[in-house]
């Protein structure tokens, strides 16, 4: 298996490694926000905590979490290695440096560690409050009662939590963190991973500018509809975001359209 | 026109160097850039001094000899190289910041003038067909298509100048080792080898210590010769596929 | 000392083959107890070394560029001839031969000739296998093109970078052999003299242009792959390298120079803009196939244009002198070089040139663009039943408008890059005025005297490319250099070296330590040291300028008795002034480019001047050289096979001595000749 190794100790390895994991990491970001979209339906908090109760219980959610983790600081720590390298590359900076492309690209290190000062606050805030206590110990989480069955209800720290602004503000700037770092991660992705043919290249651009806006202003929404109260407000924010879809994807064709003509 | 120059000085490789401000008068809007310089030097020389070091040779833009990062751009401003920037992109009273390539893998030896012989040494590791003089067959018993050879001749196209090194925040030579990979790779007479090719050159690249692609595209939008990102896509697809299929 | 061609005796079809029978072999278990030295690693050089290093000798490959692949061969753009007949034209060796013998107006040696044509075929052969993306036609068949006048179309190209992929295809396979351990670069490295003992050609010695340092190489043979020496005449298209120190040095130390005079001008170059000019720029001659030279027939015009008071636009087409469509009319704008340069010369003579200086003429692509334009609008005007109002409705353009932008697209994807380079340069959109164009030194036919095999007058030096003085006569044919180059490198060399080696056995080898290098080391210390010790006040440049201009005034275009004559009394005052009064700054121990300079152009000074002596020698007009004494009543060049079909081959005789003329008689026994006429 020598081989495995040194593939994945090059640096095309290493560039897949981040490829794979951040493919995976936004897959986990989809199937996380369905189940957050949740939160904003009016039903007291019941899908949301029967959503969480399910995720925190199910063995195959708990491996695929576990994979999560794993992925997440690999994708940490290989970055951390990427990072290190390219700046060796380089050991005297330019004087003049011009820079010829786009800031999201340049800036993916300080783009992640945005994400990951946001990933230990939010864990910290929710999933630890929920993991480390237990009902016996004592809860700092409070417990409901839907019909038979007795869970934590998450709901009720997550609303708590929301009420409070630098908290929502922080969301919501993590968020815009996250929108740039996709915006060069998801279709940097596919170059990473040899998928660039000039037939698909637009269909991989759109959906990639629409994933890396609509899906970190989703998360974004949630605790600012929280924090104003707008429980209910799913069908305002899927207009909203049919609205901002329309815009993203005219924006790219637009500027598409003139990169061809050039 | 007038003009400040601020240009990197260094007396060789161990040497630590510094910019140095010089000024030019009467530049004519229809000298090359090099022209420029070489009147500069003319100067440097009469009032004993020594000229500024510089890599060129045939001032046509195809060599890749001529290597000048000017104010902050690789081949300065235009999509061209050096050799071919004429003196009409700049204005009268400008200043302009010259320096050499800056990269690990490409140490300056003197003022601009940078050491490119990585270059080399990633294709002799493998940029090549392996068919001795006088083995061929008939030039026409291998048909290849006219799109085909047409995507080949433009990734070889590459003039090997390193700007796409020189213009990448990781300095990283995808750009160059790709043109190279999909050049013999495109073609019937290359495939036989591809995966011992793109695996070596990969392995010397890095060996190299060039950085790692971060797919900013800087290099593709800085190459005098417009060589497309799609080479490093290709290149990653043959790496992975040649590790995962290959005996070695 | 008589010259000996040692051309095979024989059928000419047949006397390559017999000779590679007759020539002695090195037994492949000794190859590797030889060591080669190759200097120059462009089409000749980088084809040489690959291709002794696959035979198994160990090669030692040297240039002054920091990579093999910079070679000067790089900046090719049209093409290599080859007589494959692909297209059925009625292309043959033959045709390739007769047409590179008349074409060099005779004065080049028909079995090295008819060997280059027939080996032609190899080389693309060689250079699709090594992967050279040649253009194709849709079925995936090799294209070819019709280039330099040549009445079949036998040129196979890559774009306009056929140059570039040739070399690069040389270059990997050297590179190839780099990593078999079976070459050794030695890049930013330049030869500064060559190293004899009895006779035979021992090694070389070498500047380390980085560090400085004098080294010395030893081998038992030395292939001199170094390039012509077009930068005698400072502008010239060659690359600022592009030098004469390998072949001069050598020349100095035994081996015959041949030919010197034998200059090739281009005429379809970018015009000088100004004094600060340092090189000229090539437009390719495929340009010549639709755009039609012109200059003003009045002088008044051509004056009010210099001062820009009147635009070409503003001359009427009667005032337009369309003059090599007026002399020539059978062969028009596409004459051979020699003679469209030489009649853009007269033009300007005559005060009817274009441009800033006055030493330019027109390129104008306005009827082509319109012909072209008119054909496709034509074919589609089809499409609405040929009602132009109904045609321009469609398209919302006026008709002529229509023409234009159409004829426009075809000349585009003919010669966009070229259009592209030509605006880059100099500021001018040639879609809509004509291109200024003007001749420029491009290629030197003469260079080192070679027999046979390649073999110079010292044993043991090999000369290749451009270097050598053996296949193009007085001038050479579009497309046939890059021809020659691969030829001599991929498929002469390895079977006429095998001969000498065989012959001298693989102990003939002298040690470094020897005092035959130690001599020539210290003799390139010691020119080192005075160029550094003069401290004068003219910098290299200036004295590279001054012989240029001498050159191109007095050996240029066109020459005569006087002018030479005065033109040598100059760079003999030139050169007196260069030795007292050069400034090099600076020390040897560095990276150092003036020095560098200084020692190219102290070679080029002794050569102006044989070359100078040779246009003297030769008292007739033939290809590139033609002297002004020796034409026919319509100006046309006049030869003389009586008293010159002969290669002059200068022999040194020490500083400041005249140099000797030994004369290799030519024979022609297959072809008949005639005086070439284009009219
Ligand atoms: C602009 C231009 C366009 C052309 N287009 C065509 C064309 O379309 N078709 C065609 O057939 N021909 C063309 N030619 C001519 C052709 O390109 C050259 O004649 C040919 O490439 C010469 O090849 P070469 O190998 O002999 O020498 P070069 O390619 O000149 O190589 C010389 C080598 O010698 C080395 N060298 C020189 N001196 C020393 C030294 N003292 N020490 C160490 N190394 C040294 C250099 O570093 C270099 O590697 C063109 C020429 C020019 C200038
Ligand atoms: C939900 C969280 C995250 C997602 C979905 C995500 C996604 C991605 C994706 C898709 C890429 C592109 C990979 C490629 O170029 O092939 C990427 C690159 C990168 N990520 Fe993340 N990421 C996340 C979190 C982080 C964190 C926490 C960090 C670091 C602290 C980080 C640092 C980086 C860096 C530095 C790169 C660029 C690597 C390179 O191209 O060299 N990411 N990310
Ligand atoms: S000098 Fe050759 S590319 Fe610029």
Redesign the pocket.
Known sequence: MNWVVKTLTSTLG???I?????????L??VVHLIGNLQLLKDDGGMAFNIYADFMGHNPLIQTVSILNFTF?IL??I???I??RL?NKARPVSYAYDGKSSAWS?RN??I??????I??VVHLSNFWGKSKLTTFEAGSYVPYVTYGEATMQNLYDVVAISFQEWWLVALYVVSMIG?AF??S???I??????GLNHSKYNFVIKIVGYEFAILVPAMFAAIPVFMFLNLQGGLLYLFAGIGVLALVVGAMVSNGHKQQLAV | MNLTLKIWRQKNNKEKGKMVTYKVQDISDDMSFLEMMDVLNEELLKKGEEPVAFDHDCREGICGMCSMYINGHPHGPERTTTCQLHMRSFKDGDTITIEPWRAKGFPVVKDLVVDRSAFDRIIQAGGFVSVNTGVSVDANEIPIAKDVASEAMDAATCIGCGACVAACK?ASAMLFVSAKISHLGLLPQGKTEKNRRVQRMIAQMDAEEFG????TGACAAECPKSISLVNIARMNREYFAAKVASEA | MKLNAKSPEGVLAEKWDKHKFNIKLVNPANKRKYDIIVVGTGLAGASAAASLAELGYNVKSFCFQDSPRRAHSIAAQGGINAAKNYQNDGDSVFRLFYDTIKGGDYRSREANVYRLSQVSVNIIDQCVAQGVPFAREYGGLLDNRSFGGAQVSRTFYAKGQTGQQLLLGAYQALSRQVANGKVKLYPRTEMLELVIKEGKARGIVVRNLITGEIESHSAHAVLLCSGGYGNVFYLSTNAMGSNATASWRAHRKGAFFANPCFTQIHPTCIPVSGSYQSKLTLMSESLRNDGRVWVPKKIEDAEAIRQGKKTPEDIKEEERDYYLERRYPSFGNLVPRDVASRNAKYVCDEGRGVGKTGLAVYLDFRDAILREGRKVVESQLIEYNGSVKEYEKAKGKPYDELIYVEGKKIIEAKYGNLFDMYQRITDDNPYETPMMIYPAVHYTMGGLWVDYNLMTSVEGLYALGEANFSDHGANRLGASALMQGLADGYFVIPYTIGDYLAKIGHADKLDTADEAFKEAETEVKARIEKLLAIKGEKSVDDFHRELGKIMWEYCGMSRNAEGLKYAKGKIQELRKEFWSNVKVTGENDELNQTLEKALRVADFMELGELMIDDALDREESCGGHFREEFQTEEGEALRNDEDYAYVSAWAYKGENQPHELHKEQLTFENVKLTQRSYK
């Open positions: 290493r560039k897949l981040m490829a794979l994991t951040g493919a995976f990491l936004s986990f970001l997440i994708h940490i290989t970055s951390v990427l990072t390219n690209s993916m290190g783009l992640g560690t945005v994400i990951l946001f990933l996250l770092h996709l060069h991660g998801f940097s992705m596919f170059q990473t991973l | 990781n790692a692609c971060t797919n």
